[in-house]
């Protein structure tokens, strides 16, 4: 039987995975954690307690008390609020990594563990299209710097000490269950609550600024696949290439004119749009679908159609 831990279960990314480990393996088999609440049916749907993964103390009796046999460590200081706090984000993102690894080194029954990466870790000088598996990797951001050097660390953990850590390279990530939190990719999430409550948007991000995105089901299924695949499929162990579909926000507003004619896009490029000038515009992820089947059901108009009623359903519940 497995027992799996959640850090960072409050998050985008986080209060979803619960949910769906929770119907994979058992709701009393996943505990979510995090240094703050969570939404309601993550704390209420199963095990939930505030717990700081820098602190190791509590962390190590943590799971050696609930016999943990798995870890997705998720917690982490995104993109644009790393750049208001540079060493700060580089301490918690680093440090609480380091922290990961040392336990399941340390801790036998820990079996796997998931950590996300990010589309971060290229830079200016990364072919922009259809960006390699293989490539240069210069990122110019502290979350960057700190997913490319936890990349490194997973590595040599897996190489030096067999620890067995699964990582993807997140592209921007799209939900209409937790709003936006900090990262440049939030850009395509804020759009459709602002033209659902409001008929506008005004974009950080320059009309053309592709990127990679992918919505949340997509990523979370992901997710688990690399976790549940064997071994001796993964041909790498720093971290897993996804693309999901590219698109700018003038690509995403026509598609949300579609279901509302009137919705006006307006730009407004802040700090966020010269870290999106060096990240990808899309992604070449074909080692991932050699390696265990990656695979994506959602394209832009699949997406739009279900972000936009999810986002009214939400409000509507909310009023």
Do not use: C
Request: charged share 25%; glycine share 6%; no cysteine.
């Amino acid at each position: 039987m497995e027992n799996i831990l959640v850090i960072g279960a409050a998050g985008q990314i986080g209060s979803e995975l619960v949910v769906a480990l929770r119907k994979r393996y058992g709701a009393e088999q996943v505990f979510a954690t995090d240094i703050k609440q969570a939404p309601e049916d993550v704390m209420n749907g199963g095990p939930f307690e505030i717990l700081d993964v820098l602190d190791s103390n509590r962390l190590i009796h943590f799971v050696i008390r609930h016999k943990i046999t798995q870890i997705y460590h998720l917690a982490a200081v995104l993109s644009g609020n790393a750049e208001k706090i540079p060493m700060q984000a580089w301490d918690i993102n680093m440090r609480s990594l380091l922290n990961i690894l040392d336990l399941a080194k340390e801790v036998e029954a820990i079996k796997k563990i998931f950590w996300p990466s990010s589309i971060a870790v290229f830079g200016p000088t990364t072919p922009r299209f259809n960006t390699p598996q293989f490539t240069i990797t210069e990122p110019n951001t502290v979350y960057g710097i700190s997913k490319l050097a936890g990349e490194r660390w997973i590595e040599y953990y897996y190489n030096r000490y067999g620890v067995d850590v699964r990582s993807l390279r997140y592209p921007g990530l799209i939900s209409y269950k937790t709003e936006a939190g900090g990262g440049t990719t939030d850009y395509a999430v804020e759009i459709f609550f602002d033209a659902v409550r409001n008929g506008s948007y005004t974009s950080f991000l320059s009309a053309e600024s592709k990127l990679p995105m992918m919505f949340m089901e997509d990523a979370i299924n992901a997710t688990i696949d690399l976790m549940e695949a064997d071994e001796e499929n993964l041909s790498l162990r720093s971290s897993y290439n996804i693309a999901g579909i590219s698109f700018d926000p003038r690509e995403l507003a026509l598609e949300i004119k579609k279901h509302i004619p009137d919705f006006r896009i307006d730009y407004k490029p802040d700090f966020r749009q010269a870290i999106a000038d060096s990240w990808p515009a899309s992604i070449d992820d074909s080692v991932a679908k050699a390696d265990w089947g990656l695979k994506y059901n959602y394209g832009i108009d699949k997406l739009t159609e279900t972000m936009l009623e999810g986002v009214r359903n939400k409000l509507n519940k909310a009023d």
